[in-house]
């Protein structure tokens, strides 16, 4: 169980620290508007991920006999974290346009992450197969994979509100690179891990 909710963290923290639609509305709402703003924000992704988090998941347990479909999903999953992870390794930093910004919401939040093809990929290549393999360890296992993830994926984004709140130049100093390039190496590690077990599903190693 421990293993599941180590990985739920790294992705978590990956996902809220990331540049991406839903950061960047995070913090130009913050800017904008006020710190609430950006909270309210960063909340969208627990209304928006139940009916993507049900969807991965009944894919992923309709092709439980399919090994080699399933090979190729981690291996695809290992591509999207690889890819994930260089851009977090090569940021140099995060710069806004907010003129002409409109007052946004919630709402603008949730519908920004609908429209994001990040959450879809994420959960179909890499959160689903994960929280499907923790289910049937256990069902404690999968929900500390998604406490892991969700807690620091909205905590994250939370932090990042109530720091650029106070300065707005966090977002191209050293910390914030730091920890994007510490956990674009995690996530390059993880791909690793996924992409050898593609290969054992495909019969390959």
Same mark, same amino acid.
């Given at each position: 169980?421990?293993?599941?909710?180590?990985?739920?963290?790294?992705?978590?923290?990956?996902?809220?620290?990331?540049?991406?639609?839903?950061?960047?509305?995070?913090?130009?709402?913050?800017?904008?508007?006020?710190?609430?703003?950006?909270?309210?924000?960063?909340?969208?992704?627990?209304?928006?991920?139940?009916?993507?988090?049900?969807?991965?998941? &009944?894919?992923?347990?309709?092709?439980?006999? @399919?090994?080699?479909?399933?090979?190729?999903?981690?291996?695809?999953?290992?591509?999207?974290?690889?890819?994930?992870? +260089?851009?977090?390794?090569?940021?140099?930093?995060?710069?806004?346009?907010?003129? !002409?910004?409109?007052?946004?919401?919630?709402?603008?939040?949730?519908?920004?992450?609908?429209?994001?093809?990040?959450?879809?990929?994420? +959960?179909?290549?890499? !959160?689903?197969?994960?929280?499907?393999?923790?289910?049937?360890?256990?069902?404690?296992?999968?929900?500390?994979?998604?406490?892991? &993830?969700?807690? /620091?994926?909205?905590?994250?984004?939370?932090?990042?509100?109530?720091?650029?709140?106070?300065?707005?130049? @966090?977002?191209?100093?050293?910390?914030?690179?730091?920890?994007?390039? &510490?956990?674009?190496?995690?996530?390059?590690?993880?791909?690793?891990?996924? /992409?050898?077990?593609?290969?054992?599903?495909?019969?390959?190693?």
């Amino acid at each position: 169980m421990n293993q599941y909710l180590l990985l739920g963290i790294i992705l978590g923290l990956s996902a809220g620290f990331s540049p991406g639609p839903l950061m960047t509305l995070v913090v130009a709402e913050t800017l904008r508007h006020d710190i609430g703003s950006g909270i309210r924000v960063a909340l969208a992704p627990l209304v928006t991920d139940l009916p993507i988090v049900l969807l991965s998941l &009944f894919v992923i347990a309709r092709l439980a006999d @399919f090994h080699s479909l399933l090979g190729l999903i981690s291996l695809a999953g290992a591509l999207f974290l690889l890819v994930l992870g +260089w851009q977090s390794m090569k940021l140099k930093g995060v710069e806004l346009d907010l003129s !002409g910004a409109r007052p946004q919401s919630l709402l603008k939040g949730v519908l920004t992450n609908l429209l994001s093809p990040h959450p879809y990929l994420f +959960w179909i290549s890499v !959160g689903g197969p994960l929280l499907n393999r923790a289910n049937d360890l256990t069902p404690w296992a999968g929900g500390a994979f998604l406490a892991g &993830f969700y807690l /620091c994926l909205i905590g994250a984004k939370v932090s990042l509100a109530l720091v650029t709140g106070k300065s707005k130049g @966090f977002l191209s100093g050293r910390l914030y690179l730091a920890i994007n390039r &510490f956990l674009g190496l995690l996530l390059i590690l993880l791909a690793g891990l996924l /992409c050898y077990d593609g290969l054992k599903l495909l019969g390959l190693v």
